[in-house]
T-cell receptor, first 114, second 117 residues
């Protein structure tokens, strides 16, 4: 079974600075998708970024980018120019290309200081 | 269009009671998922529907949990004889399969917080 590990329960960043959230995963499959979701106190899970494992190029969405290291099974999220609205719980998630369910990590709470 | 909606937003019930949680997916999304999120943890998969049928119910913890999607749109998660350990946020998500021109990315609703006293 696949597992996702987020080793940082909590992170803090100063407004306008850059922060990196870590995620590692375990799988024997070669074809899969990885995601970062943001969950603010409203509980609404919002997709931040998505990466297909067959793509070597790291995904980027505005201030959010990932460092995808397939051999190391690592998928970190970098948030540049952090804003107060970025404060939330961030979840890393895995989905097999042959399945449908998402497997989530335990999450990292991101606090943004003004 | 409108996103995934879930009702009620909060539900408080007593141990042993029966509860129903409702999910309205994004219009046109044929795939629907239920997850359970306990306090301080990531969501855990419960069940996946493709159309009206449950394609994967491997995450349902026991036979007290049941879900339906009779017309391929709205889904109801049903919990019988609730226990205190069932207290959690129940999240619903929907997606449009790639064959239908979608990206199969799952879009989530705001969840229902269930508290069993």
């Amino acid at each position: 079974a696949q597992t996702v590990t987020q080793s940082q329960p909590e992170m803090s960043v100063q407004e306008a600075e850059t922060v990196t959230l870590s995620c590692t995963y375990d799988t024997s499959e070669s074809d899969y998708y990885l995601f970062w979701y943001k969950q603010p106190p409203s509980r609404q899970m919002i997709l931040v970024i998505r990466q297909e494992a067959y793509k070597q190029q790291n995904a980027t969405e505005n201030r959010f980018s990932v460092n995808f290291q397939k051999a190391a099974k690592s998928f970190s999220l970098k948030i540049s120019d952090s804003q107060l609205g970025d404060a939330a719980m961030y979840f890393c998630a895995y989905r097999s290309a042959y399945g449908n369910k998402l497997v989530f990590g335990a999450g990292t709470i991101l606090r943004v200081k003004s | 269009g409108a996103g995934v909606s879930q009702t009620p937003s909060n539900k408080v019930t007593e141990k042993g009671k029966y509860v129903e949680l409702r999910c309205d997916p994004i219009s046109g999304h044929t795939a629907l998922y239920w997850y359970r999120q306990s306090l301080g943890q990531g969501p855990e998969f419960l069940i996946y529907f493709q159309g009206t049928g449950a394609a994967d119910d491997s995450g349902l913890p026991n036979d007290r949990f049941f879900a339906v999607r009779p017309e391929g749109s709205v889904s109801t998660l049903k919990i019988q004889r609730t226990e205190r350990g069932d207290s959690a946020v129940y999240l619903c998500a929907s997606s449009a399969p790639r064959l239908a021109g979608g990206t199969d990315t799952q879009y989530f609703g705001p969840g229902t917080r269930l508290t069993v006293l």
